[in-house]
């Protein structure tokens, strides 16, 4: 019978495991400049230090003292010592106005964070595997589950709270704490082995409290936030907000705004709607702390509804913006995915703007999808046309840095529309693309010179890349996911010994690498149905656990069929998520939609899982086989990136070709026992 002090220390160092995989994604992400372009490395170094806690787990020694000591180390050196990542590319645009854009090479930062992750999450993941050794296979995995469960509800409660840094300091600090109490002894005398842990646990609280405390931060959702408030020449105050380090927005008056050429300029190209009063209700996508929506106002907007992803940015528009744009009645906020938003409302808008929404960040769990990837396919392009009233124009407008990335949007627009859109270039940097509903509705700038005929092919829902121009996958990921498997090799093969030895559980591998390539594919498949939002992200990670755990509870409690008809399973599963595309679905309502969409995306993921834990069940190290596991699902962290070139849907035929050859290489069973075929 499994000791009750086993299962409450597997709940807690599993809970701890996942929630230090998030914050860390988060918080490197805000301090680390230009990280988060790249958070999925930080997802990749979780995998492997996972992997190599299970195996250490099989030595006398342990290294979770060690753990919050690296990771104390790791937030003092970032927090003394600015880190920033080279981004300089030229198949790939990143979004950014930071002054000081060096930095060492990314395949050198990158590795560097990655394997401090990884020596971070070495030791939660030992205790988990530590409780393995003493509990039937799948009991353990079932309690990793939960406890895992338990870690996203709590990483979830923070960002709902918004809670800055020095609260996921503590948590995480009283979990290892708590782990680390049966290793402190003073009988007659001071010797406590797990002593310097609990040290660097109240260092790590001590640090993150003094950040907390500067001042002007907070933390959002998504940002660590920032800001600044000046005075211009004339007196009038004016607010700059940086979010992880970057500018990002600065909030000033409506008249101010106006003299810096882009904010008006739409309003010009549709300057009979302006004249004749017709804008009765105007879209802004991407609405921020207000100061597009107060222009909006001064133009003559009868109604505006303002759409802003962030609730923490919106929030320092409620209270700071100087024209009180958002306490006007005329405006109408919403908390929302852009994209989302236009699927779902049955409004026709005189006038739509997408104003500025380029993001920082990278939805969790998806290796190049930003925040706002959807808004700019064809197919979104396609929604706001429909929802444009006679003689309304749609126009987008931001500092797109490059006249390729102009030329693509143009183009994109004069597919849609099915003429030419209006394209004032400003400063170099800056444009505005309008486009009226006809070309009667538009008014462009003759001075301007037209589109560029050759451009590059419109992003599409499937390939949502519209700030990737290829050729190949981008030299930046290429040489710091080269960099990042050779470190893997080296650093799994000293704590496991000979590669050979975890042979028997190479099927295990190829189902690891498949399982990371379908809950990509979700992620995706789940921001594109029902918006990038943190709330609907989170809702899919915790969807994706509790699928593994029916697996689980299934397995424990009935008897299953063989693995072939498993297997034989999963691939129908497969075929009928492929053969229904995103774009079937996009058209229902929420109802329908949402329990297609749950069908599609988890019952592969459910007949895997069940696969896996009648393979795991009968696996003679359970340590060593939930490790191969993990390490698998690290190299397909890695093959995600290769929707970048097939698309996210091609995806799924990748993680078909992987499942065969998990079955493929399954052991037979000889009495229960897997035995090498």
Known sequence: MTNLRTTHRLLLSSALMLFLELVLIRWLGSNVLHLSYFTNFVLLGSFLGIGLGFLNARRPWSLLPWSPVILAALVAFIRVEPVRINRASGQIIYFTSSRDPSGPPVWITLPLIFVAVAATLIGPAEAVARCFKDMKPLDADRLDLLGSILGILAFTAMSFLRAPSVVWGAIVAAAYIVLLLPDLRIPGGIRIPGGIGVVAAGALVVMLGFESADAGITWSPYYKVKTTTYADNGGAKQVYIDVNGVPHQVMRTAVNKLTEGQYGEAYKRFARNVADGKLNNVLIVGAGSGSDVAIALSKGAKHIDAVEIDPRILQIGRQGNPDKAYADPRVSAHVNDGRAYLEHTKTKYDMILFALPDSLVLVNGASAIRLESYLFTKEAIQAARKHLAPGGGFAMYNYYREARLVDRLGGTLADVFGHDPCIDRIGGQQAVISA????????????????????KAPATDDHPFVYFFGPGLPKIYVGALALILLLSLILVRALAGPFGQMRQYADLFFMGAAFLLLETKNVTSFALLFGTTWVVNAIVFSGVLLAVLLAVETTRRFRTPPLRVVYAGIAGSLVLAYAVPNS????????????????????????????FSKRFAVSDDSRAAFAVNILGAMVGGCLEYLGLLTGYRNLLILAAVLYLIAFLLTPRLRGGVAVAA
């Open 436 to 455: 009226g509903l006809t070309p009667a509705d538009q008014s462009c700038n003759p001075s301007e010179p037209p589109l560029n005929a050759i451009r």
């Open 584 to 611: 079937a679905l996009l058209g229902l309502g929420v109802v329908p939609r949402l329990i297609l969409a749950v069908t599609l995306a988890f019952a592969p993921i459910y007949l895997a899982n069940v696969a």
